[in-house]
Each structure stands twice: as C-alpha cells, then as structure tokens.
C-alpha cells in the first residue's frame, strides 16, 4: 500500500542505554508497568511516613531507644554498596546486549553476593535497633518500610539468582534477553526506593 | 460448568464432563477467563444485592428486625462485595473478553497472568465472604473501614475480630488480582494491536480499557499500602499507623484510602462508559460522535481522577478546600462533553432500541441524575450539609452503582451473542429493563429526597419524621421491584442459553473487530482479519466499497467533525488525518 520506506528508527540514547535498541517484547513492557505499580506502593508507605513524621511529638521510639550504634556510618556503606550494584547489573545487561554471556554471569555474581550481603546487614540492624514495631510512629514506619523494601530485594535476587542459573544453563544471546533486561530495571527500582527510604529514616531521628 | 460450556458445545464433543471442568479449570483464554469472571462477578452481585434486600427490609418500617451489629456487617459486606466483587470484576469480565478481539489480538499479552489474576480474584473474593463464619463475624466498619473503629483501641466495647483481618487480607489479594489485570490490559493494548489499528482506530470500549487500566495500575498500591498498614495495626503488638493513642493519624488511612477509592470510581464506571459509547455506535447506526473528543474526555476524567481524593474528606477539617473543590467541579467538564457526545450521536441518528440500547440509554439518564448531585457535592458547603444523610447514598448509588450496572447490563446484551452464539430473548429484555428502570430510580431518588430532609446512612432505625416511613417503605418496594427485574435477567440468561435464537457472527450489524470473528469466537479468535482503516473496520468492510463513489458520505463525514469511517476511502493514516 502506502509504498514508502520505512525510515530508519533512531533509538532514544537512554532508552538504548536502559533496554537496548532491540524492539520491546512484551515482558519489558510487563515489568515496566508493574513496576510503576511498585513505585505507587512505596510512595504510599512514604506518604504515610512523612505523615506520621508531620506529628513530630509523638514521632520517636516511645521506649526511649534510639539507634543503638549512633552514627549513620553503616546505613550509609550499605547505602552506597546497595545502589552501587545498579552498576555491575546494567553491564550484566550490556553484556548480553553484545552476546557477552559470561561476562553477563560475572557481573551478575557481584550483584548477588552485595544484595545478599545488604540483606544480612539489615538482619542486624533489625537486631540492634532497639526498639520494637509497636514502639510508636517511627518504629512502625522503621520496620513497615525496611522490612518490604528488603521483600522487595530478595524478590528481586531470586529474580536475578533464577536469571543467573539459566544463563549458566546456556540460556540467552544477543537477541534473546528480556528476562535480564527486566532484572536490570527492576534491580535499579529497588536501589532507587532505597535512596528515599533510608534517608528519611536516617536523618529524621537525628 | 456443562451448561456454562453450553454454548461451545461443538469444542466438546464428546468430551466427559470432568474434560470440560478440567478445560475451564485450567484455561488461560482470554474468552474463557472473561466469561469466568462474569459468571462469578454475577454471583457475587447477587449476594450484594441479597444484602440489600435485607436492609431495605429493617428499614422499610421503623421499629428494628435486626441488631444494629448486624445491620452494621450487613452494610459493610454490600458495600464491600458490590464495589471489590461485583463492579470492578465484572468491568474486568469485559475488557477481558472484549478488548483482545476489538483489537484483532489472538489473546491477552500474558494469558497465564490473566488466568492467575482470575484464581487471586476468586480466593480473595471467597476470603472476604467466609467472613461470616469468623468469630466475631465479619468486617462491620463499612466498606471505607475507617480507624479506629477498625481497630481494638481499648474503647471499643466489641472489637471487631478476625473478620476484620480476613477483610484487609482479601482485599489485598483482590487489589493483587487487579494490578497484574492492569499490566496484562495495558501490554495487550500496546503491543498485541492488529496491524492497522493504530492508537485513533480502538473501538471506545478499549479506550477506556487503557485508561482503566492505568487508574489501577496506578492507585491500586496505594490502597494496598494502607490495607497493609491497617493489617499491621491489627495484628501482633500492633503498630502506630491510624491509632491517634499510639501516635497514630486516622485521617492518614482516608488519605490512603480515597486516593484509591476516588479512582476506584472511574474504574467502575468508565468501562460502562465504553460499552455504552460501542452500543450507541451501533445502534443509532452512525459513528459515535466526537470520537477523539470522547478518548480526551476520558483522559482528562482519568487525571483529575487522581487529584480530587480529598472530596470526601471535606467535613474531616483536614484538607485543603477550595483546591479540592475546583478539582472536583472540572470533572463536571470532561463528563459533560461525554454526556453531549451520546446525546449527539443519537440525535438523527436512525436509532433502533434494543435491550441493549434501552439500557444505554437509560445509563445516560440514570448518569445524568448521578453527575448532577455529584456536582452539588462538590461544592463544600452543600457537602457539609449533606454530609453521611442519604443524599449521599443516592449520589454515588445513581452514578457508580446502578449507572456502572446499566452499563454492564447492556453489554451482556450486547455481547451476549458473540459469547455464547444466541440472542438473549428481547421480550424479557424489555422486561427487565423496565422493572429496573422504574425499582431503582424508586429506591434512589427517593434516597436523594430523604437526605435532603436529613436522614442519616449507617443506621439501622430511625424517628418517624414526617414523611419518612412513607419514604423509606417507597424505597424498599423498589427494591424488590429491581430485585424481581435481575430475577427475570437471570431467567433470561438461562432462558437464552438454552432455548435463545441463534446469532451469526454479526447480529447487531457491529461496527467493530469483535464482530468479525464466528460467535462464539474460536480459541484462536480470528480466521482473518478485514483491513483496518478507521475505529470502524467492519463498517468499512460492509459499506466501503459503495461510499467510495458517493461525494455525500465525504461531506457528512466532515460535518461530523471526527473523521470516522473516512478511512473507506483513505487508505493511509497520513490522508486520514487531512480528513
């Protein structure tokens, strides 16, 4: 019919850089929207945060308690580790955009082993936070956020250990990777609600 | 299950009953996923309306049959099985089944998704009902479950109990099941088009799918995030979300809440707009009118959608007013351009009235009633006057519930054909409209009037002011009335099933992709797809050829202002739009 050419498409450089140049199927479609659903629910509890911190009387752990270590050292370190790995898994992404699928796997491995690690972290710090959920607002606040944002990354590194052993099986190429590019951006979801999690949290108390 | 698979006997035959049980069991078709849905919403729109029996029956006299606990469960569990069972399940019934083929898609983008969200629906729906034999007995703090009355403050004098978890839990499934519906309607609209239905050709119906789906997407997490919140308020130590003694804030979960359950309200109500818009273009036998004014219409709904939360919250002295209220009176706007589109599109138009058109056109009425008083409502001191009467309740019942219900009553009609390959019998049809009709504009406007004269909602007695228990007897009759017209639907449904004339794949003359395939659809719905050039397909494919040497049809179609169905000569995307 209309005999024209088709013009050559010109990729967007960031959507290049985030999903490649390869037309979207629809599972990247899926978990793009799924996430925006993500980022309602946290901007929700957020909501709710910023609320609850508007009554700062009663905003602070009724028994007293505060941070038991004090300084904000380690929330940072674990911070900057944490939405580091948004690094190591965007190249997992560019690997496998070129074919590269051990490097994939590499880059992959790091971003498991400091997700775990993040984990671990926050096991502790549960442990000494001295204060428990029904100490008032923040402790509430303090558990609800942490505790689904660290739902949401160990959901996110079964996603991306179940990506990693198909890859070790041979899985995905060049052309067929939807399943790490929708770990990636998810994986950069969960560090980017981490950022406006924790530094509420943290500086709010002090 | 044998007769629901009635209809599609010739997949089955010879196949045992545990075959075909297994088959629905397991499916991932959209179609079938889609008649699910509506078989269960259905269901469960019965038991809502079971309930409202109920209470229209201790209030029709004053003077008390049941507790007021129980009165209290019993609103609850109808506001709550009617808005989180019936009305948002059963727009999904339709954009499940309808919108693939209106598109020309073989199935959903994520059929196994779409067949999860149905198993979700259904166990969250079946957690909210089992409340009833929960200790303590069900939810009782309305379908809005306001704190603190949701939780043991140590006030209470009966904190509710375990069916209060079951509520927030069910809820939550049900939130999940719409969410991954959302993702699945989006995708598949964005990516499973047939080539040529550019995003200016969806038929209406899917227009407002996508806009749908985007209200969910986007505030359905929100509602989750405060169900979760009121769970952990509830449970263990409990926590200090909504409770004022532990720190809490109250008026955070009606933020939480509304700025769901305002959205919520569109998504009831804009996929009975999209039947109703499809309806009127079929029936009045020309284009809808307006049509890219209808799909901005409906966006602009959809965005304001989310910036008029606070409305309910007017008397709460928590929010900011005037914003509140300017956003809510442009509502009144885009609304209007949808309500003079219809009128227009039937003006000259060589209307024809069957079931399904009459309830078009009744949803139009009913609408009309509903957006008006929503207007008054809007307006702050009126909403402080009226605030909690009944005034209330015949507001949102006029536009949310019973407009939303004729909507999707005429799309049963409309689409009853294609699922099942027979008519529903006209006679009855009629019927049951006019029962309907005259029940339920007997119960509602007669609510309107009550609250205007201050009678309060929640209650299960009152003083006999004047006029009230006359009232109040008019609006249970009513009731029953509507009560005895859903019971001639539902013998109408099996009366159609069973014995209903047989419909070829294009009974109503359609206009859309739909029409195109055999009804019922294959599993794979098309065997080929006519060429699209306009939001008209089949129009294009029935006419096209003969408008193509007539000047007047050019002409007209510029005097209509939207350029449909000029495609039957425009080939191109790029000549449509000089159209």
């Known amino acids: ?206 | 299950m044998a007769t629901l698979a009635g209809a599609q006997t010739s997949t089955y035959a010879g196949a045992t009953v545990w075959r075909v049980i297994l088959e629905w069991l397991t499916t991932v078709d959209h179609k079938k996923i889609g008649i699910m849905y509506l078989w269960t919403a259905g269901a469960f729109g019965l038991v809502g309306m079971a309930f409202s029996l109920v209470m229209r029956t201790e209030l029709a006299e004053t003077g008390t049959i049941i507790s007021a606990e129980t009165y209290n469960s019993i609103f609850t569990m109808h506001g709550s099985v009617m808005i989180f069972l019936f009305l948002l399940p059963i727009g999904a019934a339709f954009m499940n089944y309808s919108m693939p083929l209106q598109i020309g898609a073989l199935d959903m983008a994520f059929p196994r998704i779409n067949a999860l969200s149905f198993w979700i629906f259904l166990f969250g729906g079946v957690l909210l009902t089992l409340s009833f034999a929960a200790e303590g007995g069900t939810a009782s703090a309305g379908w809005t479950a306001y704190p603190p009355v949701t939780l043991d403050t140590g006030n209470n004098a009966e904190p509710p109990g375990a069916g209060m978890d079951m509520w927030l839990v069910g809820v939550i499934l049900l939130g999940q099941a719409s969410i991954f519906g959302s993702v699945n309607f989006l995708v598949t609209i964005f990516k499973m088009r047939a080539p040529g239905m550019t995003m200016w050709r969806l038929p209406l119906f899917t227009w407002t799918t996508l806009v749908t789906g985007l209200l969910i997407l986007l505030s359905t997490p929100v509602l989750a995030a405060a169900l979760v919140l009121g769970f952990i308020d509830r449970n263990g130590a409990g926590g200090a979300f909504f409770d004022p003694a532990a720190g809490g804030q109250p008026l955070l979960w009606q933020n939480l809440f509304w700025f769901y359950s305002h959205p919520a309200v569109y998504i009831m109500i804009l996929p009975a707009m999209g039947i109703v818009s499809d309806v009127f273009g079929v029936f009045t036998r020309r284009p809808v009118f307006g049509y890219r004014s209808m799909v901005l219409a409906l966006i602009a709904i959809g965005l304001l959608g989310f910036i008029v939360w606070a409305h309910h919250m007017f008397t709460t002295g928590g929010v900011f007013l005037p914003f509140f209220m300017g956003a809510t009176f442009l509502i009144a706007v885009p609304t209007g351009v949808k309500m003079f589109n219809w009128i227009t599109t039937m003006w000259r138009g060589s209307n024809i009235f069957p079931t399904a058109m009459l309830f078009s056109v009744g949803f139009l009425m009913l609408f009309l009633i509903g957006g008006i008083t929503g207007v008054f409502h809007a307006a702050v001191p009126v909403d402080f006057a009226l605030h909690d009467t009944y005034f209330v309740v015949g507001h949102f019942h006029y536009t949310m519930s019973i407009a939303a219900t004729f909507g999707f009553l005429a799309g049963c009609y409309y689409w009853f054909p294609k699922m099942f390959g027979k008519f529903m019998n006209e006679g009855l049809g009629k019927l049951h409209f006019w029962l309907v009709f005259i029940g339920v504009n007997l119960i509602f406007f007669t609510q309107l009037l009550l609250g205007l004269d201050g009678m309060p909602r929640r209650i299960n007695d009152y003083v006999d002011n004047p006029g009230w228990e006359l009232m109040n007897m008019l609006t249970t009759i009513g009731a029953f009335v509507s009560a005895a017209g859903m019971m001639v639907f539902l013998y109408n449904v099996f009366y159609s099933l069973k014995w209903g004339e047989r419909a070829g794949s294009d009974p109503w003359e359609g206009t859309t992709l739909e029409w195109a395939t055999t009804s019922p659809p294959p599993a794979h719905n098309f065997d080929s797809l006519p060429e699209i050039r306009s939001e008209r397909p089949l129009f294009d494919l029935r006419f096209g050829e003969r408008l193509q040497d007539d000047p007047h049809y050019h002409v007209n179609n510029g005097h209509n202002g939207n350029g449909s169905g000029s495609g039957a000569k425009a080939p191109t995307a790029s000549a449509r739009e000089e159209g």
């Open chain 1, 1 to 206: 019919m209309a005999a024209g050419a088709i013009p050559h498409k010109r990729v967007h450089p960031v959507r290049s850089f985030l999903v490649g140049d390869e037309p979207m199927t629809t599972g990247l479609w899926g978990i793009i929207f799924f996430i925006f659903s993500e980022i309602m629910f946290f901007a929700g509890l957020i909501a709710a945060m910023l609320a609850l911190h508007s009554d700062t009387l009663l905003w602070e752990p009724t028994n007293g308690a505060h941070r038991v270590h004090g300084d904000h050292l380690r929330p940072i370190l674990f911070t900057v580790l944490l939405v580091s790995t948004s690094i190591p898994m965007q190249f997992a992404a560019f690997s496998i955009r070129k074919g590269n699928r051990k490097a994939m796997l590499i880059n992959m491995g790091i971003v498991l082993v400091i997700g775990t690690a993040f984990i671990i972290n926050q096991y502790f710090e549960w442990e000494e936070a001295g204060f428990g959920i029904s100490d008032g607002p923040y402790a509430a606040t303090f558990y609800t956020l942490t505790g689904f944002h660290g739902a949401h990354v160990i959901g996110g590194l079964v996603f991306i250990f179940a990506q990693w052993l198909r890859g070790l099986l041979g899985h995905f190429d060049a052309k067929r990777n939807t399943a790490i590019e929708a770990a990636t951006l998810y994986w950069h979801f969960v560090g980017f609600v981490w950022l406006l999690v924790i530094f509420p949290l943290v500086f709010f108390l002090s």
